[in-house]
C-alpha cells in the first residue's frame, strides 16, 4: 500500500515557466512532509520541508503548499532552470517517537532550455 | 566537511556471499538509516537506528542485518544474497528523528 503517491513519473516544461510537482498521501498520521532533488550517480539532497501547522513555505524559488484536508502537497519551482533537472521525492513523516519517512516514487523532472 | 560515506560504491557479487557495504557520517547524528531504490518503487527503508545499539526494521529488512557499535558507522550486512537484492543502496543520516537527512552517494549492487 503506498502512503505517500507521486502519480505522474516525469514532467517536462520550457526554462522560465513554472514546473509544479504533485504529491498526495493517504496516512493521516503524517503531520512533516520534505521534498528531495536527486541527480544522478549522487544521493538525494533535501530541498524543502513543511510542517502541518503551516500550509505554505517557500525558499528562493522553490515553495511547497500543503493542503492537509486534501491531502495533497506541492511543490513549485518558479522560474524553472536546466539545472533544475532531477529526479524529485516527496517524503512525509508523522510525530511519535519512531518516526521514519515514507517516500514516494519520486518525479523526473526535465527543463528544456 | 560534513557527509556521508559508503564503501564500496560498486559491487558485483554472487548469490550466497557474505557482504557488508559500510556506511559513516561526520556530523555526530544520532539517527542513521538505510534505504534502497528500485526503479519504479522509490526510497524503501531497510533498517534504522535511533542511537547506538538501538536498531529497528524499517519497510523491508528481509535479508538484512544492520550493527550500530559506534555513533559514526551504521554497516549493512547481506549474509546470503540473492538477485531480488540487487539494488541502489542509500545510508542518510540526521540529528533527530525529524531532522533533515542527510544521503550518501549510493551504493550500486548487482548479485548473479
Known amino acids: 500500500d503506498q502512503q505517500v503517491k507521486q502519480n505522474s513519473p516525469s514532467l517536462s516544461v520550457q526554462e522560465g515557466r513554472i514546473s509544479i510537482l504533485n504529491c498526495d498521501y493517504t496516512n493521516s498520521m503524517f503531520d512533516y512532509f520534505l521534498w528531495y532533488k536527486k541527480y544522478p550517480a549522487e544521493g538525494p539532497t533535501f530541498l524543502i520541508s513543511i510542517s502541518s501547522i503551516k500550509d505554505k513555505n517557500e525558499d528562493g524559488r522553490f515553495t511547497v503548499f500543503l493542503n492537509k484536508s486534501a491531502k495533497h502537497l506541492s511543490l513549485h519551482i518558479v522560474p524553472s532552470q536546466p539545472g533544475d533537472s532531477a529526479v524529485y521525492f516527496c517524503a512525509a513523516s508523522p510525530t511519535g517517537a519512531n518516526s521514519k519517512l515514507t517516500f514516494g516514487k519520486g518525479i523526473t523532472l526535465s527543463v528544456r532550455p | 566537511e560534513a557527509q556521508v560515506t559508503q564503501n564500496p560504491r560498486y559491487l558485483i557479487t554472487v548469490t550466497g556471499k557474505k557482504l557488508t557495504v559500510t556506511c559513516s557520517q561526520n556530523?555526530?547524528?544520532?539517527?542513521m538509516s538505510w534505504y534502497r531504490q528500485d526503479p519504479g518503487l522509490g526510497l524503501r527503508q531497510i533498517y534504522y537506528s535511533m542511537n547506538v545499539e538501538v536498531t529497528d526494521k524499517g519497510d523491508v529488512p528481509e535479508g538484512y542485518k544492520v550493527s550500530r557499535k559506534e555513533k559514526r558507522n551504521f554497516p549493512l550486512i547481506l549474509e546470503s544474497p540473492s538477485p531480488n537484492q540487487t539494488s541502489l543502496y542509500f545510508c542518510a543520516s540526521s540529528l533527530g528523528l525529524q531532522g533533515t537527512q542527510y544521503f550518501g552517494p549510493g551504493t550500486r549492487l548487482l548479485v548473479l
Open positions: 556530523m555526530n547524528h544520532e539517527y
